[in-house]
DNA sequence: ACCTGAACACCGTTCAAGT
DNA sequence: ACCTGAACACCGTTCAAGT
């Protein structure tokens, strides 16, 4: 039913097709149907073609994951490097970073082992090893904690408390009530933080406050691991 | 020819057969060949079985990545709750959590999303807990908090730099040099920190170090941020 | 209770043609 | 240059039997 409207949907003048509408659509079906749902079958019948026609734009499916890694992270939106305090830049590209993952939960996973594949994720981590640098990390610890940045939002993004795959708000709710009911069941005496953080391990009361307490913790601890030094 | 190998190596006197003897074997087969490997069709071949006898013993293949995730989990060894400054007994917390993680890499990526689902997960939650309530974090931003230092553990196992799918040790080294020599080409002039972290980038020189520091950042970090509430 | 066997719908991918 | 069509090996899963 929602496959049909799919292929109803696009009716693919012959020529449209193109690695970036590929991408596109393969991202737009991430996020309705999560990342399983979508297959080269899937894309070319969504795009009124045979599915062979997708290999003269990607050698083979992993190719089109690393297209959607880089659309995904084409969408970080980089201000200018400025004289502003390193912490302040970091933290702005941080933001920006998860403003770009956060619409596409199913597919962000994509992106860490990616990163230094494209332009844009290139452009990036020279922006971060530059901030660090001038927080006074050495070049070598600058480059495992851009990474270990980069993986720790996405992983803010994995886990953020009721997400749940296909933007469906019923569905999503559901899961919501059913792990809520599953921790409030559990013996008090054994799991007492358990059961009293119930609410907040089920959902996100604001999940702008949970991403903004994950952006503090890391700058925080950077600033202090860069005095330590 | 290895499929070969494993199909002999198991010569699984019948009634072998178990959940924990699947999610065994299916644990080992990731480690070997990556997550993709895993399908029913290739554990049960492993264990001399026809496909459909798993499904005894797992309602479907989601259920066997939910057994993988919680056997990673049991292998959490958590030691007993003491007096100790709270800090220091997270930080115990953390390393053990990445021991257990760090034999296996490419499933990892499914421990956060279950971890609340087995009582092991469950176990450690309401330590995490109880140490950041001890610490002066409200249990709304406890909660919060244990996701998110959960899956920043995870990602920092999934992007370990140097890290590669399959413990082949030559497959390992060509990975990095292709990775290193794609990272030394780039114009300086446009990417000087890409450029001069390469080496740092494409490979770890220390993972035990790599995992201090982020252990570091994240309890600084908390430590910062408990202090200004 | 535990396992088999045949079948179905769907998958990625190769090869050889078509225009 | 761009797309099709048939075929192959492999998947998860259902249903109906076997012992």
Redesign the pocket.
């Not at 297959?39 to 899937?42: D, F, G, Y």
């Not at 073609?49 to 026609?53: Q, S, Y």
């Given at each position: 039913m929602m496959s049909a409207q799919a292929r109803r949907s696009r009716p693919s003048a012959?020529?449209t097709?193109s690695r970036e509408a590929i991408v596109a659509e393969a991202i737009a079906l991430a996020d309705r149907e999560g990342l399983d749902a979508v297959?080269?079958?899937?894309l070319a019948q969504i795009h009124n073609?045979?599915?062979?026609?997708l290999?003269?734009y990607f050698k083979?499916?992993?190719e089109i994951f690393d297209g959607v890694a880089e659309g995904l992270i084409a969408q970080i939106a980089l201000t200018p490097l400025t004289e502003d305090p390193w912490q302040d830049q970091l933290r702005a590209v941080l933001e920006a970073v998860l403003a770009a993952l956060r619409p596409h939960p199913t597919v962000a996973g994509l992106v860490p082992t990616r990163f230094l594949d494209s332009a844009a994720g290139l452009a990036i981590a020279e922006r971060t090893l530059e901030l660090l640098g001038r927080g006074g990390l050495p070049q070598d610890k600058a480059a495992e904690v851009s990474g270990y940045l980069l993986s720790g939002l996405v992983g803010m993004v994995i886990v953020e408390p009721g997400r749940h795959h296909g933007s469906d708000a019923d569905e999503r709710e559901d899961a919501i009530r059913e792990r809520m009911a599953s921790l409030i069941a559990l013996p008090p005496r054994k799991y007492p933080n358990v059961v009293q953080a119930a609410p907040a391990l089920a959902a996100c009361a604001s999940p702008d406050a949970y991403y903004k307490l994950g952006i503090d913790i890391l700058i925080t601890g950077l600033l202090g691991v860069t005095t330590h030094l």
């Open positions: 012959r020529g097709l297959t080269i079958r899937r073609v045979t599915p062979m026609a290999y003269r083979d499916k992993d």
